[in-house]
């Protein structure tokens, strides 16, 4: 059975989700038989590379929030990481594309270390220091950290046609599908989980989508 996660690596709730849709993933008896598959979504497509702003800056703007309650909502945010058991810095962090992080997780797809990527990245831009904005060395420190080689990653970043066409193809596939938001989980082509929900909620939907997937394969097969 396969899961498609659609989720941005400046999404602090797909961070979050990934934890919580993993915990459940983990407890599930079948687990051996999910393959799970990271799909692009842009929060924020079409931002120019060297656009950066403080994350405070950019919630302000986006949803005309006081700075008192983007600092809020980041604390809250700091606090759902922790019960996850991850890091979370609720100031200092910033925002900007993450277009180049995408076209990179479709390379390490096809090597087989997108999952190690994804965390990766997400570790980076939610709980380190160094931004992983309009560097394009701090991203290739990244991805060889994730096992993939650093002159693929170079040339990746390199060129800006690299694996686009990939991303934008996930990204209409999320249109269709009807995603306005991320994290968004398909399980089995069958079901939609929208929003970072509490294991339970994934638990449940595995165990769903699961029996159905069982009842497709014996129908296939009778």
Known sequence: MRVEIWSDIACPWCYVGKARFERALADFPHRDRVEVVHRSFELDPGRAKDDVQPVLTMLTKKYGMSEAQAQAGEENLAAQAAAEGLA?????RDHGSTFDMHRLLHLAEEHGRQGELLQILYTANFAEERSVYADDERLVELAVAAGLDA???????????????AVRADEREAAQLGAT?????????????????PAEVFAQALAQAWAEHEKTQAGAHS
């Open 88 to 92: 979370y810095r609720t100031r200092g």
């Open 151 to 165: 002159g693929y990653a170079r040339r990746v970043l390199a060129d800006p046609d690299a694996y686009a066409d």
């Open 181 to 197: 938001g991320v994290p968004f989980f398909v399980l089995d082509r069958r079901y939609g989980v929208s929003g970072a929900q």
